[in-house]
Structures are given as structure tokens and as C-alpha cells.
């Protein structure tokens, strides 16, 4: 089980960061993702980072902006989200990839156990 918390309503050019914590069983063989969906649009990749935490990959829409990072020991992956923008805003999902040890996967279909999501919402 993934639950995200951390979101909220935030005004543009502020800072937020989100959580992911994992339940039930260790990820720590697998890279885990951020994903987000802003209403009427598909769900978008945000970034994602290796099992080690050595790797990270961002959506070009963020990079330099956001950072993704992972504590094993908790079960826990965040990302911290900088200067954020309008455009930010949507519901913001943790998940796993489905396949132990690969690298840098962008798609949702190639992850499994999604959260529920947390709500972004940044003002102009």
C-alpha cells in the first residue's frame, strides 16, 4: 500500500513537498515514481528514481524545479517541488514499477501499486 500526503493549496512561486510511504511489504529493490493529473488530461509522469537513489529522471516540465528522493530505511519516497506554477497543479501519485531493477521508466502502464493521490493546487 502507497499513501501520499503533503499537498495542499499553495501560491505560484512556493514550495511544497510530497510523501509517499509504503506499507505491507520493502520496495527497495524497485524504482518508484511521481505521476500527476490536472483535470480533463492524462496522467503525466513527474519523475522517477532508482532503487539505490543514485539515479533520478524528470519530466522536462519540472526539472530544476522539482527533486525526487527515496529513504529505504522508511519505506519513503518524496519529492520536493520548488518554485511551482499553475501549471503544477493536479492530483499527484506515487507508484512502483513493476519490474525490479530497471532503470528510468516514464509510462504508467510500466508502473503497479499507485496511491491514492494528493492534491496540488497552486494560485496565480
Known amino acids: 500500500q502507497l499513501v501520499e500526503s503533503g499537498g495542499g493549496l499553495v501560491q505560484a512561486g512556493g514550495s511544497l513537498r510530497l510523501s509517499c510511504a509504503a506499507s505491507?511489504?520493502?520496495?527497495?529493490?524497485?524504482?518508484m515514481g511521481w505521476f500527476r493529473q490536472a483535470p480533463g488530461k492524462e496522467r503525466e509522469f513527474v519523475a522517477c528514481?532508482?532503487?539505490?537513489?543514485?539515479?533520478?529522471y524528470y519530466a522536462d516540465s519540472v526539472k530544476g524545479r522539482f527533486t525526487i528522493s527515496r529513504d529505504n530505511a522508511k519505506n519513503t519516497v518524496y519529492l520536493q517541488m520548488n518554485r511551482l506554477n499553475p501549471e503544477d497543479t493536479a492530483v499527484y501519485y506515487c507508484?512502483?514499477?513493476?519490474?525490479?531493477?530497471?532503470?528510468?521508466?516514464?509510462?504508467?502502464?510500466?508502473?503497479?501499486?499507485w496511491g491514492q493521490g494528493t492534491q496540488v493546487t497552486v494560485s496565480s
Open positions: 528514481i532508482s532503487w539505490t537513489g543514485i539515479s533520478t
Open positions: 505491507g511489504r520493502s520496495f527497495s529493490s524497485y524504482s
Open positions: 507508484a512502483v514499477d513493476r519490474v525490479p531493477r530497471r532503470l528510468g521508466a516514464r509510462t504508467p502502464g510500466e508502473y503497479d501499486y
